[in-house]
């Protein structure tokens, strides 16, 4: 229900949340969210715009008395990653986010909240929309397809913007202010393999389930060491072929940007070795849990007697793909010797997908240096290669380089630390932003990052804390009024 959510202040940014989160709004299918911009910039009486790409862009003159003011862009991105529990019923394709407030939090109910880019999206629509907010000429930039490539901001070609500062509303803790942030990577791994039938009176099939993980933003989070579920089934089916174990299929994770949260394999195992292997795998499931105790105390590892499978992978290719898998890179490769507490290059694998003779892995990788990311690619290139994979390098994404002088930033610190008493954390993230990118368009515009409190994001648990969604707008109007004077 979202109705008890357009009553929180402040009302006007929560009720065009909720008129967003009744949109799907999937990355890649983003036709219903950008015709719903459109009516909105239409609507209004505002010139508004759908670029080549599907980017929406709408102009706002400057109101009376700021019409010196340098013109800006205030920028957010109309796409959001759908993620659910496995025993939560929900269709991404037809249903709106079913919202609920619990506490200081508002959540969904078992899916992905969409806070994470939507807050900004309304706060930006909830200031086009305004009769009386002071602000400079504004260019809103709605972008598409953030979360699985950045290819809106790639798309968005130089000379479409006029603005001189761009406000990317985008980060995840109140009191951060963001100057720059890491590149990425898809890296994809696949290859065919062969099959052997299985005797179903000589063996027995068993469903081998991770779940319970909290999964989380495989950038923002990827220095908590929480579980992965594709690396954890991995751990429990390598080198298993003593006993017994035959493996059919390996399902697992779904998004790159994702840490993936459940993954399960269908294995067979002749009948005379299913109790050594079932011993074997219970070992490993208590030295797991007692690794994850503190970090991840849902994990829950089930194995099941089901069916058996008809087709296992050949010895062979099993063991390749399985050592392949372990020695993946998963987590942080290197921390910033140069920022302190920031993760500088990391990789999350985010996909398994084996099954009908193919198997297919998904990567992520990230880094704030562009060296690095090529580095930590060629590492698992290299890796899977050994494996007899196909390795394909897309997406790539440059980082955005901090600069320490912007004027903008200025403006921002100098506001929080009036506003607040204290000073904001000046900060460069390891997750994507769009800034980097659009950067390369338009060098000379001046930007920043920050946003509201959202935990969880990139998972069922993506909560926004409502105190400080209002703190955000709050510090957006005052950033409005003290946008510097043209020079």
Same mark, same amino acid.
């Given at each position: 229900?979202?109705?008890? =959510?357009?009553?929180?202040?402040?009302?006007?940014?929560?009720?065009?949340?909720?008129?967003?989160?009744?949109?799907?709004?999937?990355?890649?299918?983003?036709?219903?969210?950008? $015709?719903?911009?459109?009516?909105?910039?239409?609507?209004?009486?505002?010139?508004?715009?759908?670029?080549?790409?599907?980017?929406?862009? =709408?102009?706002?003159?400057?109101?009376? %008395?700021?019409? *010196?003011?340098?013109?800006?862009?205030? $920028?957010?991105?109309?796409?959001?990653?759908?993620?659910?529990?496995?025993?939560?019923?929900?269709?991404?394709?037809?249903?709106?986010?079913?919202?609920?407030?619990?506490?200081?939090?508002?959540?969904?109910?078992? @899916?992905?909240?969409?806070?994470?880019?939507?807050?900004?999206?309304?706060?930006?629509?909830?200031?086009?929309?305004?009769?009386?907010?002071?602000?400079?000429? =504004?260019?809103?930039? /709605?972008?598409?397809?953030?979360?699985?490539?950045?290819?809106?901001?790639?798309?968005?070609?130089?000379?479409?913007?006029?603005?001189?500062?761009?406000?990317?509303?985008?980060?995840?803790?109140?009191?951060?202010?963001?100057?720059?942030?890491?590149?990425?990577?898809?890296?994809?791994?696949?290859?065919?393999?062969?099959?052997?039938?299985?005797?179903? @009176?000589?063996?027995?099939?068993?469903?081998?389930?991770?779940?319970?993980?909290?999964?989380?933003? +495989?950038?923002?989070?990827?220095?908590?060491?929480?579980?992965?579920?594709?690396?954890?089934?991995?751990?429990?089916?390598?080198? $298993?072929? %003593?006993?017994?174990?035959?493996?059919?299929?390996?399902?697992?994770?779904?998004?790159?940007?994702?840490?993936?949260?459940?993954?399960?394999?269908?294995?067979?195992?002749?009948?005379?070795?299913?109790?050594?292997?079932?011993?074997?795998?219970?070992?490993?499931?208590?030295?797991?849990?007692?690794?994850?105790?503190?970090?991840?105390?849902?994990?829950?590892?089930?194995?099941?007697?089901?069916?058996?499978?008809?087709?296992?992978?050949?010895?062979? *290719?099993?063991? $390749?793909?399985?050592?392949?898998?372990?020695?993946?890179?998963?987590?942080?490769?290197?921390?910033?010797?140069?920022?302190?507490?920031?993760?500088?290059?990391?990789?999350?694998?985010?996909?398994?997908?084996?099954?009908?003779?193919?198997?297919?892995?998904?990567?992520?990788?990230?880094?704030?240096?562009?060296? @690095?990311?090529?580095?930590?690619?060629?590492?698992?290139?290299?890796?899977?290669?050994?494996?007899? /994979?196909?390795?394909?390098?897309?997406?790539?994404?440059?980082?955005?380089?901090?600069?320490?002088? +912007?004027?903008?930033?200025?403006?921002?610190?100098?506001?929080?630390?009036?506003?607040?008493?204290?000073?904001?954390?000046?900060?460069?993230?390891?997750? %994507?932003?769009?800034? %980097?990118?659009?950067?390369?368009?338009?060098?000379?515009?001046?930007?920043?990052?920050?946003?509201?409190?959202?935990?969880?994001?990139?998972?069922?648990?993506?909560?926004?804390?409502?105190?400080?969604?209002?703190? /955000?707008?709050?510090?957006?109007?005052?950033?409005?009024?003290?946008?510097?004077?043209?020079?």
């Amino acid at each position: 229900m979202s109705t008890p =959510i357009r009553y929180l202040s402040p009302t006007a940014l929560w009720h065009h949340f909720a008129d967003l989160n009744a949109i799907p709004r999937a990355s890649k299918k983003e036709e219903r969210v950008i $015709q719903f911009a459109i009516d909105f910039g239409n609507g209004l009486g505002l010139e508004t715009i759908k670029d080549h790409v599907g980017n929406v862009i =709408i102009r706002k003159p400057a109101t009376s %008395g700021m019409e *010196d003011r340098k013109p800006i862009v205030m $920028q957010s991105h109309l796409d959001m990653v759908h993620q659910k529990n496995s025993d939560t019923s929900f269709d991404f394709d037809t249903q709106g986010i079913d919202m609920y407030i619990d506490g200081d939090w508002v959540k969904a109910h078992g @899916t992905t909240l969409g806070a994470d880019n939507g807050i900004g999206v309304a706060t930006i629509m909830a200031i086009l929309a305004s009769k009386d907010i002071a602000h400079p000429a =504004i260019e809103a930039l /709605f972008t598409i397809d953030e979360e699985t490539g950045m290819t809106g901001a790639m798309g968005l070609q130089g000379g479409m913007l006029n603005g001189e500062i761009l406000l990317n509303l985008d980060t995840e803790e109140d009191d951060e202010i963001d100057i720059g942030c890491a590149g990425g990577l898809d890296v994809t791994a696949v290859r065919s393999y062969d099959t052997a039938t299985i005797v179903d @009176t000589e063996s027995c099939g068993l469903k081998i389930t991770v779940k319970g993980l909290k999964g989380g933003h +495989s950038g923002v989070e990827i220095h908590l060491g929480r579980g992965n579920a594709n690396k954890i089934l991995n751990r429990l089916l390598y080198g $298993q072929e %003593g006993s017994g174990l035959r493996l059919s299929t390996f399902e697992g994770g779904s998004l790159r940007n994702a840490i993936p949260r459940e993954s399960a394999a269908l294995v067979a195992v002749s009948l005379s070795k299913k109790e050594d292997l079932l011993a074997s795998l219970h070992l490993r499931i208590t030295d797991i849990k007692k690794e994850f105790v503190s970090i991840e105390p849902n994990l829950h590892i089930e194995i099941t007697e089901t069916n058996t499978p008809t087709e296992v992978i050949s010895v062979t *290719d099993q063991k $390749q793909i399985l050592n392949a898998i372990y020695a993946a890179h998963n987590g942080v490769f290197r921390m910033s010797p140069d920022i302190a507490d920031l993760v500088e290059a990391s990789n999350n694998v985010a996909k398994v997908d084996i099954k009908d003779g193919q198997a297919k892995i998904l990567c992520l990788t990230r880094s704030s240096v562009e060296s @690095t990311k090529l580095d930590v690619a060629q590492s698992l290139k290299s890796t899977f290669e050994l494996a007899n /994979f196909e390795v394909i390098f897309s997406g790539d994404y440059p980082g955005w380089t901090p600069n320490v002088n +912007s004027p903008i930033l200025k403006v921002l610190t100098e506001l929080y630390e009036k506003m607040h008493g204290a000073k904001a954390s000046v900060v460069a993230c390891h997750a %994507g932003l769009e800034c %980097g990118i659009l950067g390369r368009n338009y060098p000379d515009m001046d930007m920043i990052s920050y946003g509201p409190t959202i935990k969880g994001a990139h998972s069922p648990d993506e909560r926004v804390n409502i105190a400080s969604v209002e703190k /955000f707008w709050d510090f957006t109007l005052e950033i409005l009024k003290h946008v510097p004077v043209k020079e």
